[in-house]
Each structure stands twice: as structure tokens, then as C-alpha cells.
């Protein structure tokens, strides 16, 4: 049985310590100092990491590479608002803001390759496709988000979003590809330690984030009930597109390996990105609420894409007995 992923057990404990001791006062200024500073340190280090030749291995598999896309910035989104028009209060206003933002974020990249490993599928072209859509996701979530914001009855300013992204996600990211013949070696022997460096970078966000959020009056807008049914969503949104891609890619004549990798990439959502993203797209004010449901999604995916990925490997390989990697 799958285990709480220890990041998620970070942010929850870096959630709590925002409740009770948020930053205020002077101090204020200087975590927003800090948290564009480490957003743009961890993109930078992303960019010397990444692999060109890894990309150019899988970029022949254009079909594979469309229908993933597809997924994350089309179907995805289609279905969170689907389920708003349907259920228009079941949520609070700024928690269904929370739960569209997911539906238009890019894949994740480190957990989707690893679960289209565990479960023998098409790693090359998960590698090529994950990387593809967060960098796509650069520009493309923040014109989603301005367009699903526009479809309930709110605003964004997508040009803005993007310019700011850009800045901060996108210069940074470029920075570190064009020094990765120097230093990419070095950050790929050193990949636990950044790793680890960039999930600190998130939490710095997060307590930055929900100290706001808290000072806010953020859980009196956000009772127990609502976190319990943004987790209905979120799974609800996660079992649909996981039968999409699982099913869609047969009829569409994918091979075993290569439904494996559109499963793992077109399902998946990017916390890594996602916090810095929803730190630049929105009011300080509510950044706080509208990563809650991207939180919640990012456990049930882990939890249900690790279950799913240890059948595919059953089903590719009957004796396998390995235990399932945890990300």
C-alpha cells in the first residue's frame, strides 16, 4: 500500500506552521523578496539539469506527444468546468478558482517519467512529452487561466500573468539550459540534492503564501467540509482522465508502452510549477486558497498513479515483484 508522500507531510507541516506563526509586519516583504528568489534559483537549476539529448530522443512521437497535450490542456480543463457548471456551489468561489487552476497546469515531469518506468511503458517519449508541457505551460496556463476565470464570472489578466512568468520562470529556466554544457553535469550528479533544494524553494512559497492566506482569515472561509469535498473533486477529475487516457489511447491504436506513458503524463499535475505559478497569476490575498486543491490533487495522484503503476508492471511482467518506487 502506497505511503504519504514526505513532501506532502512538509507542506502540511509548513501549512500549520503558517497558521500559527504566519509572517507579518516588516517581515512580509522580505519573504516575497525571498520566495522570487528561490523560484527563479529553482527554475534556473531545472533548466541545467534537463537533458537535450533525453528530448530529442522522444520527439519523432509526435501522435503520443499531441494526445498528452491534448489531454492536460484541453480535456482537462473542459472537465473541471463541466463539473463548476454542474455543481456551482458545492464549492466556494475561490476554491473552485483553486480547482480549475489544476485542470490548466502542465504535467509534472520527475513523477510522471518514474511511474512510466515502474510500469514498463514508453520512458523516452514520457521524458520528451512531460518536458514539452511545462514548458508550453509557461505560456499556455496563464491564457487557460484567464480564459476558464472568464468563463465564471471572474477576471485575470493573462498577458500580465504571462509577462511575469516569463520573467520569473521562463529567463531563469532558459539561463540554466544555456549553461547546461558547463554545469549540467554537475547538477546531475548532485540531482538528490537539488531535488531536495527545490522542494524547500516550494515550501518557502507555501509558508509565504498561507501566512497571507491566514492573516486573510483564511480558515474561517474554509471549513473542514470544503476541504473534504475539494478532495471529492479533485478525485472525481483524477478517475475521469485517468479512463480518458487509459481508454482513449487504445482507440486510438497506441501500443502497451505507449498508453502506459500517456496515462502517467496526461493525468499528472505540477506542483512544482504550480505554486510559482499561482504566487504570479493571483492576488496574494487568495494564493493561499487556490493551491489547497492542487495540494490535495497532488497526493491522490501519487497515491492512485503508484497503485496503477504497479499493475501495468504486473501486467507487462507476471513474476514482478519489485516494490513500487515512491517519488
Not at 504535467?107 to 514520457?126: C, E, K
Not at 521524458?127 to 464570472?153: D, E, F, Q, R, Y
Amino acid at each position: 500500500m502506497p505511503k504519504l508522500d514526505p513532501f506532502l507531510l512538509a507542506l502540511i507541516a509548513t501549512v500549520l506552521l503558517a497558521s500559527v506563526l504566519p509572517c507579518h509586519g516588516q517581515a512580509v516583504p522580505l519573504f516575497q523578496g525571498l520566495t522570487i528568489v528561490v523560484i527563479a534559483i529553482m527554475f534556473f537549476m531545472q533548466g541545467a539539469r534537463l537533458s537535450r539529448a533525453a528530448i530529442l530522443a522522444g520527439l519523432g512521437h509526435w501522435r503520443l506527444h499531441l494526445a498528452i497535450l491534448a489531454c492536460t490542456f484541453v480535456i482537462f480543463p473542459l472537465l473541471g468546468l463541466a463539473l463548476h457548471a454542474a455543481f456551482p456551489n458545492l464549492l466556494t468561489h475561490t476554491l473552485w478558482l483553486g480547482v480549475l487552476f489544476v485542470c490548466v497546469l502542465p504535467s509534472t515531469v520527475q513523477s510522471s517519467i518514474a511511474f512510466t518506468s515502474i510500469g514498463r511503458g514508453n520512458v523516452p517519449a514520457a521524458v520528451c512529452s512531460a518536458t514539452a508541457s511545462n514548458l508550453l505551460g509557461i505560456v499556455v496556463t496563464p491564457i487557460l487561466t484567464g480564459l476558464v476565470l472568464a468563463k465564471t464570472g471572474s477576471h485575470a489578466s493573462s498577458s500580465k500573468g504571462i509577462l511575469d512568468i516569463v520573467l520569473q520562470l521562463l529567463v531563469p529556466f532558459l539561463a540554466g539550459q544555456l549553461l547546461q554544457p558547463w554545469i549540467g553535469g554537475w547538477a546531475q550528479r548532485n540531482k538528490r540534492i537539488l531535488s531536495m533544494t527545490d522542494r524547500g524553494s516550494i515550501l518557502i512559497v507555501v509558508y509565504t503564501a498561507f501566512s497571507e492566506a491566514v492573516m486573510q482569515g483564511l480558515w474561517h472561509k474554509v471549513p473542514a467540509g470544503q476541504l473534504g469535498l475539494v478532495l471529492l473533486v479533485d478525485s472525481v477529475l483524477l478517475a475521469v482522465i485517468l479512463l480518458v487516457t487509459r481508454f482513449g489511447a487504445r482507440a486510438l491504436g497506441f501500443s502497451r508502452e505507449d498508453e502506459v506513458a500517456i496515462t502517467f503524463c496526461g493525468s499528472k499535475k505540477t506542483l512544482a510549477s504550480g505554486v510559482p505559478m499561482a504566487n504570479v497569476l493571483f492576488p496574494s490575498a487568495i494564493v493561499g486558497q487556490i493551491v489547497l486543491p492542487l495540494m490535495i490533487f497532488h497526493q491522490v495522484q501519487l497515491f492512485v498513479c503508484a497503485v496503477l503503476a504497479r499493475r501495468y508492471a504486473r501486467q507487462a511482467t507476471p513474476e514482478l515483484t519489485e516494490p513500487v518506487l515512491r517519488t
